[in-house]
């Protein structure tokens, strides 16, 4: 076990820095979670694209007329939970997102996207709307499909790190982010 519980959430930190590096890795695919319009709860798997330690940043990207979207620019209290049982480590941020759409950070992030990867966004059909034919994967023109292009960049105030142990073992610890600064307590399981 960590010494203390700072290097305890830093290490868990660390595991998320290296799984973006590991295609396959669980940790890449965490759960967002939103509050829509109405106050309801939104939940979802998004890919996480970025991590930044300081100031402590997650970088998600989507569709920018999918409902997560809309929840963001509504109201972007969010939570986003990541979760590897290969290491029996969950990670829960709490924080503020912003979106990002026909502006510098998303113009950015799609050029730095293959083709490949663009083709995730921009299809013709609306995220969520109803459509006749589930195989239409009709794109539209190159500079709409930027227009539905959007990045989310949550700027989290903590995170909650647990990890399962043999036996039932379970670790669990509190880092808050302030600014550059990262702080932590133990906290029971």
Excluded at 10 to 24: K, N
Excluded at 52 to 64: G, I
Aim: aromatic content about 6%.
């Amino acid at each position: 076990m960590e010494d203390t519980a700072l290097s305890f959430v830093e290490t868990a930190l660390s595991a998320l820095e290296r799984a973006l590096h590991e295609r396959g890795s669980e940790l890449r695919n965490v759960q967002l979670a939103t509050l829509s319009p109405d106050g309801g709860p939104g939940l979802r798997t998004v890919v996480l694209r970025g991590f930044e330690r300081a100031p402590a940043r997650l970088e998600m990207h989507t569709d920018a007329r999918a409902a997560k979207a809309r929840d963001v620019a509504g109201d972007g209290r969010v939570s986003v939970l990541a979760w590897s049982a290969d290491e029996q480590l969950q990670l829960r941020f709490d924080g503020t997102a912003r979106l990002h759409r026909d502006d510098e950070v998303a113009r950015g992030r799609w050029d730095a996207l293959s083709p490949n990867g663009r083709n995730a966004y921009g299809l013709r059909s609306d995220p969520g709307r109803r459509i006749e034919d589930p195989e239409d994967r009709t794109h539209l023109p190159g500079d709409e499909q930027f227009r539905c292009f959007a990045v989310i960049l949550l700027s989290p105030d903590s995170v909650d790190v647990l990890r399962l142990g043999p036996e039932g073992a379970q670790t669990r610890a509190i880092g808050r982010f302030v600014g550059s600064d990262l702080s932590a307590e133990w906290v029971g399981p």
